[in-house]
């Protein structure tokens, strides 16, 4: 626990609950307004934490991505539960689950998602509020993100093929369709054919023809009168709730490397999921938030292409990848792995500021006879770099000095890494 730099909620902890629940105390003295963010390259367990964290929350909330998102909870039964857009909250009855404007919703896949979580027991009636703001992601973006992906051949990102970057290209050209157009049938079929003329005249393999946007069309009314219910003001909501000292706690998806301005650009998500991404992403106050719990796990991984210094190969990377299981949540591919690098995490809690950090999968690095943490990058001719390189080339050709782990200790404040 670190020096917090707001204001907290009161805790409001009988001795007898603490006695029960050593952590009670602790997590009840979280602030009001906290979040839990990836401070890698993404799947740090996330989702694991906040489902720790929901029963001490009124409101789960979502601020940036989609169904990229690949967040894997196992309940107290021991079932398995693999939430993409649906916040991690969803899981505690008592917890409300918000999904920000700043979140991008392939619609079918919501409910798809909701549908799954029904059948296994979980209730979603009312328990989910999804933002009047927030784009709508369509298939064809998909199709886009596919098409994207294919064009760039060997250099493609590596993405998901969820429609992420395309639906948040479509949202900052102005042409995108938010979840209020479901309001206005009306209009919805001209607005989603500027999309599709656009994605048709751009990419010669997108199939387009009139009778399938009717289709669409027709398929959204349906979806517009499902969806009604969940539909907010969830700005208004969120800031009445702060108003009314409720407590809310985000949940970030993806992570700081990952980040469209701070990540490993171009092969980064098209998102915010870093602490900014919280105030645009549901429409509170930088004020408003107090602890940021950054994400981190005691090893590195990666899923798609992109530099990675302390990547592994060979026989060490399936050893890390085989006892730590890391497949992605989404689309199951194998996650690259490589030792915890000191220099990205520290960049990522500069950019953040986190309150405090929690480190995951220690007990994957049991047995090994050695563990590395990269302490610092160097150029070529041998000079230290003394940040985080925002140019690929320079970080392509870094050279990785690693410190054995002897003695660990990271002091957040005066940034300090020992070894
Ligand atoms: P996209 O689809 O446009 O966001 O992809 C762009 C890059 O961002 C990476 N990305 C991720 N990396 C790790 N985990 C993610 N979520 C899933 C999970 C991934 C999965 O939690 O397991 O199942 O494969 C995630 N989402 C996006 C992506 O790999 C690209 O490098
Ligand atoms: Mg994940």
């Given at each position: 626990r670190l020096p917090r730099r707001w204001p907290l909620a009161p805790a409001a902890v009988s001795a007898a609950a603490v006695e029960a629940d050593p952590a009670a105390d602790r997590v009840s003295a979280l602030s009001q307004v906290a979040g839990v963010l990836g401070s890698q390259w993404?799947?740090?367990?996330?989702?694991k934490l906040v489902d720790v964290l929901a029963p001490r929350f009124d409101i789960v909330a979502r601020c940036q991505g989609g169904a990229n998102a690949g967040h894997t909870i196992y309940n107290s039964e021991g079932k398995k539960f693999a939430l993409h857009l649906v916040p991690s909250g969803i899981l505690h009855e008592g917890t409300l689950c918000v999904v920000g404007n700043g979140v991008v919703i392939h619609v079918?896949?919501?409910?798809?998602?909701?549908?799954?979580?029904?059948s296994n027991g979980v209730n979603c009636n009312g328990r989910i509020l999804v933002s009047d703001r927030a784009h709508l992601l369509f298939d064809l973006h998909q199709a886009v993100d596919g098409l994207r992906e294919a064009e760039l051949a060997n250099s493609f990102i590596g993405t998901t093929k969820r429609g992420?970057?395309?639906?948040?290209?479509?949202?900052?050209?102005?042409?995108?369709?938010r979840v209020c157009d479901l309001?206005?049938?009306?209009?919805?079929?001209?607005?989603?054919?500027?999309?599709?003329?656009?994605?048709?005249?751009?990419?010669?393999?997108?199939?387009?023809?009139?009778s399938m946007l009717k289709e669409e069309v027709e398929r959204y009314k349906r979806f517009a009168e499902r969806l009604e219910p969940f539909i907010a003001d969830t700005v208004h909501v969120l800031n009445e709730s702060i108003q009314q000292k409720k407590k809310i706690l985000v949940e970030g998806g993806q992570a700081t490397m990952l980040d469209i301005d701070f990540g490993t650009y171009p092969f980064v998500t098209s998102s915010s999921p870093s602490a900014g991404g919280i105030c645009a992403g549901l429409g509170i106050a930088p004020r408003c938030l107090g602890d940021l719990i950054g994400v981190v796990k005691a090893y590195t991984t990666r899923v798609g292409s992109g530099p990675f210094p302390t990547e592994l190969f060979g026989e060490e990377g399936d050893l890390l990848r085989n006892s730590g299981m890391e497949f992605g949540t989404t689309t199951g591919r194998p996650r690259r792995c490589g030792?915890?690098?000191?220099?990205?995490?520290?960049?990522?809690?500069?950019?953040?500021?986190?309150?405090?950090l929690n480190l995951t999968k220690l007990d994957v690095l049991s047995g090994l006879p050695e563990i590395k943490l990269a302490v610092s990058y160097n150029q070529p001719d041998g000079q230290k770099l003394?940040?985080?390189?925002?140019d690929l080339d320079t970080l392509e050709q870094v050279q990785v000095s690693f410190g054995m782990l002897l003695f660990f200790s990271l002091s957040f404040h005066g940034l300090s890494v020992e070894q």
């Open positions: 993404g799947d740090e367990g996330k989702g079918p896949g919501f409910f798809d998602e909701i549908d799954g979580l029904e992420i970057g395309p639906c948040y290209s479509s949202k900052v050209t102005r042409n995108g369709l309001r206005h049938m009306d209009t919805f079929g001209d607005k989603l054919d500027v999309l599709f003329e656009d994605a048709a005249s751009r990419f010669e393999g997108f199939k387009y023809s009139k030792w915890l690098d000191i220099v990205a995490l520290k960049y990522c809690c500069q950019i953040n500021g986190f309150s405090s003394q940040s985080f390189p925002g």
